[in-house]
């Protein structure tokens, strides 16, 4: 059983940069794409980033690229979501998903796994 806990969240200032953690268990962590969503109150849930199951290839919407870096260490089972440059519409509950379906497609949307999810707030 796929398991993925997050880590990292918090309460920080705009401008300010916060690092989530998503550690993988229950899976051949090396055979999964990976991703990072989030969820803002009343809001539908959003992609904030994918990684292909190297690490060599990311994805980003137009609303965090530039300022957030997602990588992963097959090493151990883990994910990270750097955030810089924080703004007050960042706010949310930020979500680990996984998949094991087209490992190599950072296009891909879809996932099977999810983690619980960690709140990041950021203040004015």
């Known amino acids: 059983q796929v398991q993925l806990v997050e880590s990292g969240g918090g309460f920080v200032q705009a401008g300010g940069s916060l690092r989530l953690s998503c550690a993988a268990s229950g899976l051949t962590f090396r055979m999964y794409r990976m991703g990072w969503f989030r969820q803002a109150p009343g809001k539908e849930r959003e992609i904030v980033a994918t990684v292909n199951w190297n690490g060599m290839r990311t994805g980003y919407p137009g609303s965090v690229k530039g300022r957030f870096t997602i990588s992963r260490d097959n090493a151990k089972n883990t994910i990270y979501l750097q955030m810089n440059s924080l703004k007050v519409e960042d706010t949310a509950i930020y979500y680990c998903?996984?998949?094991?379906?087209?490992?190599?497609?950072?296009?891909?949307?879809?996932?099977?796994?999810w983690g619980q999810g960690t709140q990041v707030t950021v203040s004015s």
């Open positions: 998903a996984a998949d094991a379906d087209n490992p190599s497609d950072i296009e891909a949307t879809s996932f099977r796994s």
